[in-house]
C-alpha cells in the first residue's frame, strides 16, 4: 500500500490490478507498463501480498481501492477477499471508483466505503437511491463541456479534475458543476490538475455510521 499524490485520499491499495477498458488517457495502464511490462494490463491480476496491507495501518486514513484497475471486471472471489479485509478495518474510509456505477448493486458495501462514479459524459451516470453509503462522482478527466447542465442526482460529493497533464475543459464548465453543487449543498473536492484560476474548494463528506 502506498501514500498517494492523489488529494483526495491518503493511501492507494491494489491488491487486484488490471483493466479491460483502454481508455486513452488511463495513467494507470502507463505506470503498469512502466514496471511490469511483461504483464499485459488488459489481465486482471491478483497481488496477494498486498491483501493485508490496510491491517498493518492503524491511524484512521482514506485508502483509494484499485487506483490501477477498475472493479467491474474483478470476479465476486476477488471481491469477497477485499470486502473480508475492509471489515476488519472499521477505522479507515475506504473509496471505490469505478466507470460503471452499476457494479456496486452486486455486493453489500461496509458504512466505511464510499462508492464513486467517474463521469466522462452524462449517459455514464447511474442514480442509485437504494444504495445508502456515501456516493461521489468524478468528474475527471473533464471534457464534456455542457456536463454541468446536467442534475447529478442522489451524488454526496463531487471531485473534479482535468486531463492530465493538458486540460480540456473551460473554467465555464467547472462552474456550472460548483453552481449545481453549492445549489443541492454538495461537498466539493476540486484538485490541482484543474488550474483554477480561483482558491481551490477542498472538502470531504460527513462520514456515516
Not at 135 to 163: H, M, N, T
Amino acid at each position: 500500500m502506498n501514500k498517494t499524490k492523489i488529494e483526495w485520499c491518503t493511501y492507494t491499495w491494489n491488491p487486484i490490478v488490471g483493466c479491460k477498458r483502454g481508455c486513452p488517457y488511463c495513467y494507470a495502464r502507463k505506470i503498469h507498463q512502466r514496471f511490469h511490462p511483461d504483464i499485459p494490463f488488459n489481465e486482471i491480476s491478483n497481488w496477494d501480498e498486498r491483501l493485508e496491507q490496510p491491517l498493518r495501518v492503524k491511524k484512521p486514513s482514506k485508502i483509494f481501492v484499485g487506483s490501477m484497475s477498475d472493479i467491474e471486471y474483478w470476479s465476486p472471489a476477488q471481491m469477497k477477499s477485499v470486502l473480508d479485509i475492509i471489515k476488519q478495518c472499521p477505522q479507515h474510509t475506504f473509496l471505490f471508483l469505478t466507470k460503471n456505477g452499476r457494479v456496486y448493486y452486486r455486493y453489500n458495501f461496509p458504512v466505511n466505503c464510499w462508492l464513486g462514479q467517474t463521469v466522462i459524459k452524462r449517459e455514464d451516470y447511474v442514480y442509485q437511491p437504494e444504495i445508502k453509503n456515501i456516493k461521489f462522482i468524478s468528474f475527471e478527466p473533464l471534457l464534456q463541456e455542457d456536463i454541468g447542465k446536467y442534475y447529478f442526482k442522489g451524488a454526496d460529493w463531487f471531485i473534479i479534475g482535468g486531463l492530465t497533464p493538458k486540460p480540456q475543459h473551460s473554467d465555464a464548465c467547472v462552474k456550472e458543476i460548483l453552481d449545481q453543487a453549492s445549489y443541492f449543498g454538495i461537498p466539493v473536492f476540486m484538485k490541482n490538475n484543474l488550474k483554477w484560476p480561483g482558491k481551490l474548494i477542498q472538502e470531504w463528506p460527513e462520514p456515516r455510521g
